[in-house]
């Protein structure tokens, strides 16, 4: 190969040296930048054919273009054949192909999901948010004239029709006077002195007997016990205090002679008592206290004897007249007396009227206090409450003090909540939103696909809801 005659772009002819191998011909590499000839052993004296891709190039620069031109192969060929060489093809090999249309397959795929999600998003996603309104309590007080009126007149105005009457009453009942002054206290008994002897006892007062737990009595009167018998006696503490007050049991003699001590002896069959003797005066407080509950006990017993005859209307009010009472005390104030009664009289004042007209105006009130995006949640008759203030039997007239309460919360339709708000928001900045309402007592946030934790883009894909 060091050796080249001139090479035309049709054939070329190369002379081989001969091998000590027979039948077999040593093809030397060509020289090239490159090294992309590859040379197969031919036969000895067979002649190959080099074929290459037209040049534009003039056949002196063949040379050049054979040690340099790097994309020529060389195919072996039978002896005796032409061995053509072919240029490289610049097509891309199978695996290649597969490669780059499995990464077309994907990228049509995912843009195929995301279009899918986008569609689902925007076309199905959804937000449901559930608002326990907050109850706001709401009181009124007001005062209501109440006014007997005869023969089918109507109220004016402002005016409830009635009944306004008055009715006598009188009553006594007997009271405890709170003075006291203690002038001395006793713990005092029964035992049972018996006698096992063959003598009689006798025993003076004042004579010792002792419990079984040391606690001294004596004998209040002289008594004589005869031989096997017995006799019951009283005794008294020889000290007056609350722990002397104990429980039946034995009693021995501690002044009889030791010998005979087991054979005269007592017992008691009901436990020592304890007591005070008292002085009672009757006080000032204890006429007022007695006249006070004296006037309620009037006001109980009229509610229950003449309420009935008003049982007709909704309402009936009652009231003591003060300026109409009058009574008597069986006792005065520093009087020593444990007991001592009052009898009163006086005159109740009734009131009665029918409560539906009131609670419509309260209602109406209440109705007028409220925003517009509230209205009442809870408010019923029992939510009322009446005194009378005050009343004049001449006009026959009398005002009623009527509290009321009730609790407003938002109506269903209000719009407490902007929906443009929303839009876009997450679960946590869902939840900030909607604690800094303070028309809001609770809510649920559902979403829906569930998986999507975010409020949709769309306005009208959120749906408030007030649950009450």
Known sequence: MNEEKNILP????????????????????LPSSNGNLNIIPIKQGAEF??????????????????????????????????PKIKEKSPTLKPVESKNTYRKIAFSFIILTLILVAAVLYFGFSK?????????????????????????????????????????PVEQTKEFSA???????????????????????????????????????????????????????????????????????????????WAGIQDKIYAESQEPMKYSQKIKYVIEQSDIDNAVNQLKNDLLANAKNQVGQAYKDYAQALFAVDNNLVTQEVSGKVGEEKEKFSIKMKTAVIIVAFNDDEIYN????????MLADDKAIFEFNKQNMSYALESFDLGQATAMVKVNSIAKAA????????????????NYEQLKTYLNGLPEVAGYQINFFPSFIKKAPDLVDRIMIEIKK
């Open 361 to 368: 105006q309260v209602k109406a009130k209440f109705t007028a």
């Open 127 to 167: 937000l449901t948010i559930v608002i326990i309104p907050a109850q706001e309590k709401i009181a009124d007080s007001s005062t209501m004239e109440v006014v007997s009126l005869a023969g089918g007149i109507s109220p004016e105005p402002g005016q409830i029709s009635g009944v306004v009457k008055q009715v």
């Open 49 to 82: 054919k080099v074929k290459e891709k037209p040049l534009t190039s003039k056949p002196n620069d063949l040379k050049n273009t054979f040690h340099k031109g790097s994309n020529l192969n060389v195919v072996s060929a039978r002896l005796g054949a032409e």
């Open 178 to 256: 709170s003075g006291k002054e203690i002038l001395g206290e006793e713990v005092t008994g029964k035992v049972t002195i018996i006698n096992n002897y063959i003598k009689n006892q006798p025993l003076v007062a004042t004579t010792r007997i002792l419990s079984s737990d040391n606690k001294l009595f004596r004998l209040k009167d002289t008594v004589n016990v005869p031989a096997g018998g017995k006799v019951v006696v009283e005794v008294y503490a020889d000290a007056a205090k609350p722990e002397m007050a104990i429980a039946a049991g034995k009693f021995t003699i501690p002044g009889l």
């Open 10 to 29: 049709a054939k070329v002819k190369v002379k081989k040296n001969k091998t000590k191998t027979a039948g077999k011909a040593k093809v030397k590499k």
């Open 410 to 425: 938002l109506k269903d339709d209000a719009k407490v909540i902007k929906k443009n708000n929303l839009t876009g928001l």
